[in-house]
């Protein structure tokens, strides 16, 4: 079982930044890529940003320039730096994460956190 926990999130005006921060826990062996998702009310889930072992990161095209996805100095945190927020960035942002456990021989998982909401509005 591995376990996602968010933190940050809030409320901001346009133009604003927020951080969120998402660090996993459990049974790892290893971590091969974490990511943020969002879901805005009436509409799919979509990825934000991602960011693998190897420290590639990939951004949707909305926010390429404005978010930063980064890893901490444990491979098991990943942070998301919000800049310019805009009030079509409102959400709950959800982190994501794939790997293995630590299981012989090791299992793959995939997990969620439970979400944080971000909203921007003036």
């Known amino acids: 079982q591995v376990e996602l926990v968010e933190s940050g999130g809030g409320l901001v005006q346009p133009g604003g930044s927020l951080s969120l921060s998402c660090e996993a826990s459990?049974?790892?062996?290893?971590?091969?890529?974490m990511g943020w998702y969002r879901q805005a009310p009436g509409k799919e889930r979509e990825l934000v940003a991602s960011v693998n072992s190897g420290g590639s990161t990939n951004y949707a095209d909305s926010v390429k320039g404005r978010f930063i996805i980064s890893r901490g100095m444990t491979e098991k945190t990943v942070y998301l730096q919000m800049y310019s927020l805009k009030p079509e960035d409102t959400a709950v942002y959800y982190c994501?994460?794939?790997?293995?456990?630590?299981?012989?021989?090791?299992?793959?998982?995939?997990?969620w956190g439970q979400g944080t909401q971000v909203t921007v509005q003036g």
């Open positions: 994501n994460s794939i790997g293995y456990q630590a299981t012989q021989p090791p299992r793959p998982y995939y997990s």
């Open positions: 459990g049974n790892i062996y290893t971590i091969n890529l």
